[in-house]
T-cell receptor
Framework: SQQGEEDPQALSIQEGENATMNCSYK?????LQWYRQNSGRGLVHLIL?????REKHSGRLRVTLDTSKKSSSLLITASRAADTASYFC????????????FGKGTLLTVNP | EAGVVQSPRYKIIEKKQPVAFWCNPI?????LYWYRQNLGQGPELLIR????????DSQLPKDRFSAERLKGVDSTLKIQPAELGDSAVYLC??????????FGEGSRLTVL
């Protein structure tokens, strides 16, 4: 079963534009993580935000978390063609569970 | 530091044949995961190990799937016999100290 649900399923933008992807989840979390997956490759961790944090930045990435709405967003600023990939949110239920549950992903296409 | 290593990268077999996938996690990572990813979907957890103990195998189809992690280091996932619906990418990951997962490149299985 998949806890997180990304929106939109697919997003196509021009190079230099910003890309925003959203993630909604159902149960309480310890943290929420975003991953990128290039076609035919494994997933790469981008950023982790804890349940007591509201916003986090890493380079051109900005992640927000709203636990009251059970939602998160990933913003990629000044997108590049190399950002073309699938992006997944994953929720960690916390405790000693260490179970990371992934959504279905957003396919981002950045056109040069 | 070497990443998570998986083999083989690709495997094509006929249905009812057995297949095995191997994973070597990052050195020192005690938690190891096997995920299955169908085309256009997010990864779904099959089994999670803490050292050599399988602590979450609730989603592993135990009639045909088996896994082991002897000595708490590398791990093997086996399918016997394979069915057409098993065609997918099998991803191995290990968990870092701050909760992020490091993924291998995956093993793409095609069952004919």
């Amino acid at each position: 079963s998949q806890q997180g649900e990304e929106d939109p399923q697919a997003l196509s933008i021009q190079e230099g534009e910003n890309a925003t992807m959203n993630c909604s989840y159902k149960t309480s979390i310890n943290n929420l993580q975003w991953y990128r997956q290039n076609s035919g490759r494994g997933l790469v961790h981008l950023i982790l935000i804890r349940s007591n944090e509201r916003e986090k930045h890493s380079g051109r990435l900005r992640v927000t978390l709203d636990t009251s709405k059970k939602s998160s967003s990933l913003l990629i600023t000044a997108s590049r063609a190399a950002d073309t990939a699938s992006y997944f949110c994953a929720t960690d239920g916390g405790g000693s569970n260490y179970k990371l549950t992934f959504g279905k992903g957003t396919l981002l296409t950045v056109n040069p | 530091e070497a990443g998570v290593v998986q083999s083989p990268r690709y495997k094509i077999i006929e249905k009812k044949q057995p297949v095995a996938f191997w994973c070597n996690p990052i050195s020192g990572h005690n938690t190891l995961y096997w995920y299955r990813q169908n085309l256009g979907q997010g990864p779904e957890l099959l089994i999670r190990y803490e050292n050599e103990e399988a602590v979450d195998d609730s989603q592993l189809p135990k009639d045909r799937f088996s896994a082991e992690r002897l000595k708490g280091v590398d791990s093997t996932l086996k399918i016997q016999p394979a069915e057409l619906g098993d065609s997918a990418v099998y991803l191995c990951a290990s968990r870092g100290n701050t909760g992020e997962l490091f993924f291998g490149e995956g093993s793409r299985l095609t069952v004919l």
